[in-house]
């Protein structure tokens, strides 16, 4: 069993395959040199200095894990059933991709001093010091990262100004009338957000918008996305979707044999949602393998059709979502969202599919069990705030 990527994913399915009896050698290969860490603290605690790192808590020695960092694999070839690395070849038997995903540079970015990424520990540990300056920091994107990392930056005393191409925050993820009520969360923790406003070119020490307006920047952190890490597999015969992501089937193997694929590096057909979902969230670098580790070693198929979950934290606040929404199911508020805890529901006919949870991590667990199990229920009963969601089932 080779494992290549040393992330969340490819750890989580090495302890998965020995906790379900797996007997083989396990090879655990990541082009990090690091001991595997986890990332979500790397936009909060490690940024802030509250904690050193977030290496994982795994025995991989007791475990039988061989574990090759520093190590980038940049081809596979299936036919010989070999990875190839600069060291020399990697045979294997069974392989599982946990590549994850790299983050998307802003075009004429790269090289210029005092421009920050926030994917990897070292990422972070760059930024460390640059919030101890306490600089004016310029943020690009106000998505997860660019929220959790101008929450980090304010806390430590930094001017930050983030900029936006979109209306609002979270354009990607969120519907308008959601995102709304968040962007006066950058003003009241004293950021300033910059929306319809796109970057025309970075400067040292400032950014430059369409607009014509500069922006002075100690520092500028990048935060426009992610896009799966699957470059290498390239002319390998894996095949691969629209945003270059592994295409797996519902029980996470690719399209070529004895070849898995898990996390962020890959997408998969929900039987739940009707759709191929690709999910850059921890949860999922979890729970999908579990189902990898079963196909290997069960003798029943096992399918992967979970209810997608993450949370994030952002100007003091715990935001959480489950499942999954499209732009035509009904949306229904729980709360006020000019308070500190609400709740916005995504209703299917009478199903919950999906729900965005600020502040109220009971709705959000009780929301999930109804997505879960697929329960109708009663929209008027669901959008009393007042009542547990449990109460709601029709
Ligand atoms: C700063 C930050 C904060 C986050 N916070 C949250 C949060 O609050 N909540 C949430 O739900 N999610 C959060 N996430 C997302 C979550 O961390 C990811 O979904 C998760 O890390 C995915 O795990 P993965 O193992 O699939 O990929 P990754 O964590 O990206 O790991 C992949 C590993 O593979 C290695 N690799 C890549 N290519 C090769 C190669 N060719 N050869 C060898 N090794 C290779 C990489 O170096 C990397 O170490 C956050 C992400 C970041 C970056």
């Not at 001093?113 to 930024?127: I, K, Q, S």
Request: hydrophobic fraction near 45%; charged fraction near 20%.
């Amino acid at each position: 069993m080779v494992v290549v990527g040393a992330g969340m994913a490819g750890v989580q399915t090495a302890v998965a395959l020995r906790e379900q009896g797996f007997t083989g050698t396990v090879t655990l290969i990541g082009a990090e040199p690091h001991q595997p860490y986890d990332r979500p603290p790397l936009s909060k605690a490690v940024l802030l200095g509250k904690a050193e790192g977030s290496a994982f808590d795994v025995d991989f020695e007791a475990l039988g894990i061989e574990v090759q960092l520093g190590r980038e694999v940049v081809g596979l070839r299936p036919a010989d059933h070999e990875l190839d690395t600069a060291e020399g070849p990697v045979p294997y038997d069974v392989l599982v991709l946990a590549t994850g995903a790299e983050p998307i540079r802003l075009p004429g970015a790269d090289g210029i001093p005092g421009v920050h990424l926030l994917r990897t520990l070292d990422d972070a540990e760059r930024l460390r010091p640059v919030l101890a300056r306490q600089h004016d920091i310029v943020v690009v994107g106000a998505g997860w990262i660019g929220a959790e990392f101008a929450t980090a930056a304010r806390e430590a005393g930094c001017a930050v100004t983030v900029v936006e191409a979109a209306d609002r925050p979270l354009a990607g993820a969120l519907p308008a009338e959601v995102a709304a009520p968040m962007a006066a969360w950058y003003a009241a923790a004293g950021a300033t957000l910059r929306t319809h406003a796109r970057v025309k070119h970075i400067e040292p020490g400032e950014v430059v918008l369409d607009d014509g307006s500069r922006l002075p920047a100690g520092a500028v952190v990048v935060g426009i996305g992610a896009r799966p890490a699957t470059a290498w597999l390239t002319g390998s015969g894996i095949e691969l979707g629209a945003h270059r992501e592994v295409l797996a089937d519902d029980g996470l193997r690719t399209s070529v044999p004895d070849v898995y694929a898990v996390g962020d590096c890959a997408s998969f057909p929900s039987g739940r949602y009707g759709e191929r979902l690709l999910v850059h969230h921890w949860d999922n670098a979890l729970q999908g393998p579990r189902t990898v580790a079963a196909n290997i070693v069960g003798e029943t198929p096992a399918v992967y059709d979970p209810v997608p979950y993450f949370w994030s934290e952002q100007f003091g606040r715990f935001v959480q979502y489950a499942g999954h929404h499209a732009s035509a199911d009904t949306t229904l508020w729980r709360g006020d969202p000019a308070t500190p805890a609400w709740s916005v529901c995504w209703l299917r006919g009478d199903r919950l599919v999906a729900l965005l949870a600020v502040g109220r991590p009971r709705d959000l667990a009780q929301g999930r069990r109804l997505i879960e199990s697929a329960t109708p229920v009663d929209p008027a009963l669901l959008a009393d705030a007042s009542l547990p969601m449990k109460a709601a089932i029709a």
